[in-house]
């Protein structure tokens, strides 16, 4: 089982990025974004459940924010708009079944990462 993301880059302040991440070898109830700035932990970005689509962010990327999944090809987005430059961070994708809500923004909670992909926001 692997998960790839990719899709980060350079970008100005008020532009946008989509992430990707794929998923090999299975699909997951949940798949997840969180993120890392330099001398910082790993924060929870946003989540989306496979049974009905429900999605989850941190307050300070909603609105701004976009998860989608396509479950036919075991992909999930990160469609970023209107970046700021605290938005720079190695994104990861992750992944996990079974996960209750109360867990859902805990990185310990899931199983399966992939590899990072750094955005750089750019004032």
């Known amino acids: 089982v692997q998960l790839q993301a990719s899709g980060g880059g350079l970008v100005q302040a008020g532009g946008s990025l989509r992430l990707s991440c794929a998923a090999s070898g299975r699909t997951f109830s949940t798949m997840a974004w969180f993120r890392q700035a330099p001398g910082k932990e790993r924060e929870f970005v946003s989540c989306i459940f496979r049974s009905g689509g429900h999605t989850y962010y941190t307050e300070s990327v909603k609105g701004r924010f976009r998860m989608h999944r396509d479950n036919a090809k075991k992909m999930a987005y990160l469609y970023m708009d209107s970046l700021r430059v605290e938005d720079t961070a190695v994104y990861y994708c992750?992944?996990?079944?079974?996960?209750?809500?109360?867990?859902?923004?805990?990185?310990?909670?899931?199983?399966?990462w992939g590899q990072g992909t750094q955005v750089t926001v750019s004032s």
């Open positions: 992750a992944a996990d079944n079974s996960l209750i809500l109360s867990t859902i923004r805990s990185a310990p909670a899931y199983g399966y």
